[in-house]
Protein backbone atom coordinates (compact mmCIF):
# COMPACT_ATOMS: atom_id res chain seq x y z
CA UNK A 1 0.00 0.00 0.00
CA UNK A 2 1.79 3.32 -0.87
CA UNK A 3 0.04 6.64 0.67
CA UNK A 4 0.38 10.14 -0.82
CA UNK A 5 -0.17 13.41 0.46
CA UNK A 6 0.01 16.60 -1.47
CA UNK A 7 0.66 19.79 0.22
CA UNK A 8 1.67 23.69 -1.39
CA UNK A 9 -1.42 24.52 -2.78
CA UNK A 10 -3.46 28.01 -2.02
CA UNK A 11 -5.10 31.13 -3.39
CA UNK A 12 -2.66 33.25 -5.55
CA UNK A 13 -2.90 35.97 -8.18
CA UNK A 14 -2.38 35.48 -11.82
CA UNK A 15 1.28 34.95 -12.98
CA UNK A 16 1.98 33.61 -9.71
CA UNK A 17 3.58 30.89 -8.63
CA UNK A 18 3.01 27.61 -6.24
CA UNK A 19 5.11 24.85 -5.98
CA UNK A 20 3.26 21.63 -5.15
CA UNK A 21 4.83 18.50 -2.98
CA UNK A 22 3.65 14.76 -2.98
CA UNK A 23 4.83 12.88 -0.42
CA UNK A 24 4.89 8.78 -0.39
CA UNK A 25 5.10 6.03 2.25
CA UNK A 26 7.12 3.17 1.72
CA UNK A 27 10.60 2.21 0.33
CA UNK A 28 9.85 2.15 -3.08
CA UNK A 29 9.06 5.38 -4.71
CA UNK A 30 11.92 5.72 -6.83
CA UNK A 31 10.54 2.60 -8.82
CA UNK A 32 7.01 3.87 -9.78
CA UNK A 33 5.97 6.62 -12.47
CA UNK A 34 4.18 9.37 -11.03
CA UNK A 35 1.93 11.71 -12.22
CA UNK A 36 -0.09 14.97 -11.73
CA UNK A 37 -4.12 15.58 -12.49
CA UNK A 38 -6.05 18.18 -11.88
CA UNK A 39 -10.12 18.30 -11.75
CA UNK A 40 -12.22 21.46 -12.15
CA UNK A 41 -15.54 22.14 -10.92
CA UNK A 42 -18.06 19.99 -12.86
CA UNK A 43 -15.44 19.34 -15.17
CA UNK A 44 -13.46 15.30 -15.60
CA UNK A 45 -10.10 14.89 -14.14
CA UNK A 46 -7.01 15.73 -16.51
CA UNK A 47 -3.72 14.90 -17.01
CA UNK A 48 -0.96 17.39 -16.67
CA UNK A 49 2.41 15.95 -16.27
CA UNK A 50 4.22 12.49 -15.33
CA UNK A 51 7.59 11.40 -15.03
CA UNK A 52 8.66 7.81 -15.07
CA UNK A 53 11.41 6.13 -12.93
CA UNK A 54 14.04 7.26 -14.84
CA UNK A 55 13.36 11.04 -14.53
CA UNK A 56 12.08 11.21 -18.18
CA UNK A 57 9.12 13.53 -18.36
CA UNK A 58 6.19 14.56 -20.08
CA UNK A 59 3.98 17.85 -19.87
CA UNK A 60 0.81 18.49 -21.85
CA UNK A 61 0.67 21.13 -23.71
CA UNK A 62 -1.09 23.75 -21.93
CA UNK A 63 0.97 23.76 -18.99
CA UNK A 64 4.50 23.33 -21.20
CA UNK A 65 6.85 26.50 -20.42
CA UNK A 66 5.01 27.08 -17.12
CA UNK A 67 4.80 23.95 -15.33
CA UNK A 68 7.65 21.56 -14.20
CA UNK A 69 7.21 18.20 -12.48
CA UNK A 70 10.00 16.43 -10.50
CA UNK A 71 11.09 14.17 -8.45
CA UNK A 72 13.43 13.42 -5.24
CA UNK A 73 13.68 9.94 -4.74
CA UNK A 74 15.91 10.05 -1.78
CA UNK A 75 12.73 12.10 0.03
CA UNK A 76 10.40 10.36 -1.50
CA UNK A 77 8.20 13.60 -2.62
CA UNK A 78 7.00 14.33 -6.03
CA UNK A 79 6.89 18.33 -7.00
CA UNK A 80 4.90 20.43 -9.44
CA UNK A 81 6.82 23.84 -10.18
CA UNK A 82 3.66 26.12 -11.26
CA UNK A 83 4.95 29.73 -12.79
CA UNK A 84 2.87 32.34 -14.54
CA UNK A 85 -0.45 30.65 -13.19
CA UNK A 86 -3.56 31.60 -14.76
CA UNK A 87 -7.01 31.63 -13.59
CA UNK A 88 -8.09 28.77 -15.59
CA UNK A 89 -5.76 26.43 -13.50
CA UNK A 90 -7.60 26.93 -10.82
CA UNK A 91 -8.77 23.15 -9.48
CA UNK A 92 -8.10 20.40 -7.14
CA UNK A 93 -4.77 18.63 -8.42
CA UNK A 94 -3.98 14.75 -7.39
CA UNK A 95 -0.48 13.06 -7.28
CA UNK A 96 -0.66 9.68 -8.66
CA UNK A 97 1.43 6.50 -8.64
CA UNK A 98 2.08 3.74 -10.87
CA UNK A 99 3.08 0.63 -9.80
CA UNK A 100 4.93 -0.89 -13.21
CA UNK A 101 5.09 0.25 -16.24
CA UNK A 102 6.10 4.06 -17.68
CA UNK A 103 4.08 7.02 -17.03
CA UNK A 104 0.42 7.81 -19.07
CA UNK A 105 -1.72 10.26 -19.45
CA UNK A 106 -4.46 7.64 -18.65
CA UNK A 107 -6.00 8.19 -14.91
CA UNK A 108 -7.44 4.87 -14.80
CA UNK A 109 -4.00 3.20 -15.15
CA UNK A 110 -2.69 4.80 -11.73
CA UNK A 111 -2.68 2.51 -9.16
CA UNK A 112 -3.07 5.51 -5.73
CA UNK A 113 -3.93 8.60 -5.31
CA UNK A 114 -3.56 11.29 -3.01
CA UNK A 115 -6.74 13.14 -1.29
CA UNK A 116 -5.97 16.64 -3.66
CA UNK A 117 -4.56 19.99 -2.90
CA UNK A 118 -6.76 22.95 -3.73
CA UNK A 119 -4.69 25.65 -6.26
CA UNK A 120 -7.00 28.76 -6.88
CA UNK A 121 -5.89 31.42 -8.92
CA UNK A 122 -7.41 34.91 -9.08
CA UNK A 123 -7.82 37.45 -11.81
Known amino acids: QVQLVESGGGLVQAGGSLRLSCAAS????????MGWFRQAPGKEREFVAA???????YHVDFVKGRFTISRDNAKNTLYLQMNSLKPEDTAVYYC?????????????????WGQGTQVTVSS
Open 96 to 112: AARVGGGYSVTPAYYDY
Open 51 to 57: INRSGNT
Open 26 to 33: GRTFSTYA
